[in-house]
């Protein structure tokens, strides 16, 4: 199985995350994509994947770290210590979704683009992320959402690589900017969407990336996960964010991305054996082809 979003370089994995790693091989993971919220992860991602068969990285800014980065022309959009959260020692998984929890500070680079750029010539690197626009926590002023997430899209154009795109609140604005780019390329993880958005998102040529939501938040994505092609469909955990069902609000891992295979097979009447399958080709072909 491939499990196309996991923050294994997140501080909450420090004291197990061989351990992390091995149980995810035990319960058939075999693939992982590691996703970065700003630099210091994407670097921290590179070396874990450097050590790890399998496990492949995507660099990039999360819309939650955009206010740390700096543009090309050197214009700071570094706001202040004030807004930055109490890093602590609290080695459990927070409940909502911020990344900003990396075991280091200093996320700041004069120019973010130009570092990943570097980074993404890494034989690991496979996709430009997460990137998109966060309107639910808003921890970005959203201007500089916006323009970060356009600056990476364009990077991801012009490196030919697939992205992986955070939404959350935000679909008004990220489609038209997704648009603006006119590069089509990669997933839209945690997918939150109505049908009628899910279709305009396949039909652009994205990949739907399927979580543990599904296992208790399932409504409105199972109106039209029977009705989307399958082979857009990728399957995720989003660790330590987001546990399936049985391990709702404990911390999530590469392991668990089993019970987000059931949850699909469960609304797709088919087998575990058959989504994991399918959606590993789907990693494969969007991520390693
Ligand atoms: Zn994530």
Redesign the pocket.
């Known amino acids: 199985m491939f499990d196309t ?1 996991t ?1 294994l370089c997140h501080k909450s994995f420090r004291k197990d995350r061989e351990e992390a790693f091995d149980r995810a091989l035990e319960a058939g993971v075999n693939l992982m994509l590691e ?1 970065s ?1 700003d630099v210091r992860s994407s670097e921290a991602a590179i070396r874990f994947a450097e050590d790890h068969e399998g496990v492949w990285v995507a660099v990039g800014y ?1 819309p939650h770290e955009s206010r740390n980065t700096r543009t090309p022309s050197g214009h700071s959009h570094n706001y202040s210590e004030l807004t930055l959260r109490s890093q602590g020692n609290n080695t459990r998984p927070p409940s909502g ?1 911020s ?1 900003n929890q990396l075991e280091s500070q200093g996320n700041n680079t004069p120019n973010y683009l130009q570092r990943l750029e570097e980074l993404s010539k890494h034989q690991k690197v496979k996709a430009i992320g ?1 990137i998109g626009l966060d309107y639910y926590r808003d921890l970005s002023p959203r201007d500089v959402q916006k323009r970060v997430f356009a600056e990476q899209i364009e990077l991801a154009d012009e490196l030919k690589l697939p992205m ?1 795109i ?1 939404c959350r609140d935000a679909m008004d604005d990220v489609l038209p900017i997704v648009a603006e780019q006119g590069y089509y390329r990669g997933v839209f ?2 997918i939150s969407a109505d049908s009628e958005q899910a279709q305009k998102i396949v039909g652009l040529g994205f990949y739907l990336g399927i979580n543990g939501t599904l296992t208790y938040d399932s409504k409105r994505t199972k109106s039209w996960l029977p009705r989307v092609p399958k082979e857009r469909l990728l399957i995720e955990t ?1 660790c330590p ?1 987001l546990a399936p069902v049985p391990y709702r609000r404990e911390r999530n891992e590469p392991a668990y991305v089993r019970y987000v295979a059931e949850a699909v097979a469960g609304v797709l009447e088919t087998s575990v054996e058959e989504i994991g399958d399918l959606t590993e080709k789907n990693g494969k072909e969007l991520f390693l082809g």
Do not use: A, K, L
């Open positions: 979003h923050h996703i919220w999360h979704d990344h997460e992986v955070h993880h945690s989003d964010y």
